[in-house]
């Protein structure tokens, strides 16, 4: 035990914890020890979204500048972004229980003749969706939840020494308010068990972490992780960790009447006290910091934001990136892995390189024999 605790402590914030150097104080052993909520690593926002096509996009610039200038980036491939080092990734959720519902978006329809192609076939079969904004922002490099599910996974089987990746669930249930626009079906209990069923559909138990693995023989999933549940790195690799970053209403509906989680596959983004608490999303690392150091020391894992709606990336302004780095939040999410040329050379990539590193916020609640 002593001798672990010596490995841990030895493990320093410049090692890069996917493929530990094999100097002294970056020994894959060290490195293994670690729990998997020690480690500190980038991730992006929307991962699955395409740039709107020019012609959609300048018909809503023309009706909402301030919209269009928030929607304007896109991401590469779920299996680029992954190469480049991303530990988190983001995917938003449509239901479509019977098919078709968001199979011919209006922005598509009102472009008419000029519409840009967008193989659509996928869109017209029952299941849920990946898409951002419905009629305006849909185009998406996985159309569908099993699509992007099995990219992920390919991924994962080819790089099985990868760290725990987390993968954000929104669940969408608004749509825009124009005539002939599409409202997506709410999210029932229905929905919420499609969710963990789709995902099983493509994962094995073993290739998953879920709140049942983490909670083990503690009364709620609050006390496993404040008794230092997570498992560690050496037992989370090549894994994957679903989390559900909803609305306290749609946390309700998706735990049920639950005491934690028991038998679903993602965490919920919920309050720090609840039974349910695992993971917590806090996206403004600057007003938020103590709070997120506070959540992390807690035994949580925290999710927050570099950048958003484009702002920082046109303003080329690092400041909110380097307090996200310094919260000590185990993923920040981006938007630019990559600069985007139009604005400059705005990018976000751990401090000090590599994949992740430990956490900066100090050494988290953990327990031998994970």
């Given at each position: 035990m002593i001798a672990i605790i010596l490995a841990v402590?030895?493990?320093?914030?410049?090692?890069?914890?996917?493929?530990?150097?094999?100097?002294?104080?970056?020994?894959?052993?060290?490195?293994?020890?670690?729990?998997?909520?020690?480690?500190?690593?980038?991730g992006t926002h929307n991962s699955y979204k395409m740039a709107i096509a020019p012609n959609e996009m300048a018909l809503l610039r023309a009706a909402n500048p301030k919209a269009a200038d928030s929607l304007d980036y896109a991401h590469p491939p779920l299996r680029?972004?992954?190469?480049?080092?991303?530990?988190?990734?983001?995917?938003d959720l449509v239901n479509d229980p019977t098919g078709g519902a968001f199979a011919t978006p209006l922005?598509?329809?009102m472009a008419g003749a000029a519409a840009v192609p967008y193989d659509t076939?996928?869109?017209?079969?029952?299941g849920l969706k990946v898409l951002h904004v419905?009629?305006?922002?849909?185009?998406?490099?996985?159309?569908t939840f099993v699509a992007c599910l099995d990219d992920l996974r390919a991924w994962s089987r080819a790089h099985r020494d990868h760290l725990p990746i987390l993968i954000l669930l929104n669940l969408k249930e608004e749509g825009v308010k124009l005539p002939g626009a599409v409202t997506p079906p709410?999210?029932?209990?229905?929905?919420?068990?499609?969710?963990?069923t789709e995902i099983r559909s493509v994962f094995r138990e073993g290739e998953l972490i879920t709140p049942d693995q983490v909670q083990g023989r503690y009364a709620t999933l609050r006390e496993a992780v404040a008794a230092g549940g997570w498992p560690s790195l050496k037992a989370a690799r090549g894994r994957i960790m679903f989390a559900c970053d909803c609305t306290p209403e749609q946390v309700a509906r998706y735990r049920g009447d639950r005491r934690s989680l028991e038998g679903r596959v993602a965490f919920v983004n919920t309050e720090e006290g609840s039974p349910a608490a695992a993971y917590i999303t806090l996206n403004e690392p600057a007003e938020q910091a103590q709070r997120i150091a506070a959540a992390v020391r807690a035994g949580l894992i925290v999710r927050t934001r570099a950048d958003a709606d484009t702002v920082e990336a046109r303003s080329n302004d690092t400041g909110r990136q380097e307090a996200a780095f310094a919260s000590g939040a185990q993923y920040v999410s981006t938007d630019y892995m990559r600069p985007d040329l139009r604005f400059g050379g705005y990018s976000v990539s751990l401090p000090g390189g590599g994949v992740a590193r430990r956490s900066p916020s100090g050494r988290p609640m953990w327990r031998a024999g994970n």
């Open positions: 402590a030895a493990v320093s914030s410049a090692c890069d914890l996917e493929a530990p150097s094999g100097r002294s104080d970056c020994t894959r052993a060290a490195v293994d020890a670690l729990p998997m909520n020690a480690i500190q690593a980038v680029e972004q992954l190469d480049a080092g991303a530990r988190q990734l983001e995917l922005g598509r329809r076939a996928a869109l017209a079969r029952p419905p009629d305006v922002d849909y185009r998406s490099t996985c159309q709410a999210f029932d209990a229905t929905a919420m068990d499609a969710i963990d």
